[in-house]
């Protein structure tokens, strides 16, 4: 099993910026990547980035527009999603999740960290 804890998110005014960042904990050696989503009330939670575990790559969601940039530091199990240029329509609740080396889909969750955007 594989623990996952967010942390860094509240409430900025537009055009701030904010960071999260997700600390894994457990069967960590089973992962191949991590990434971020988010959930807006009363809509989807959808993509919003993600990095590989070994190597550079990184993906991110069209609507990030350069404005977010994920990064990682494995000898702490941790990720972290920079927000930069936040928009109102950027608040959500924020979860990170996690995808074994067998597996298709992201299969372990965090609990979610909220992220609010004032305008």
């Known amino acids: 099993q594989v623990q996952l804890v967010e942390s860094g998110g509240g409430l900025v005014q537009a055009g701030g910026s904010l960071r999260v960042s997700c600390a894994a904990s457990?069967?960590?050696?089973?992962?191949?990547?991590m990434g971020w989503f988010r959930q807006a009330p009363g809509k989807e939670r959808e993509f919003v980035a993600s990095?590989?575990?070994?190597?550079?790559?990184?993906n991110y969601a069209e609507f990030v527009e350069g404005r977010f940039t994920i990064s990682r530091v494995n000898a702490k199990n941790t990720i972290y999603l920079q927000m930069n240029g936040l928009k109102p329509e950027d608040t959500a609740v924020y979860y990170c999740?996690?995808?074994?080396?067998?597996?298709?889909?992201?299969?372990?969750w965090g609990q979610g960290t909220q992220v609010t955007v004032s305008s």
């Open positions: 999740a996690a995808r074994r080396v067998d597996a298709y889909d992201y299969d372990y």
């Open positions: 990095i590989r575990l070994s190597g550079s790559n990184t």
């Open positions: 457990g069967r960590t050696f089973s992962l191949d990547a």
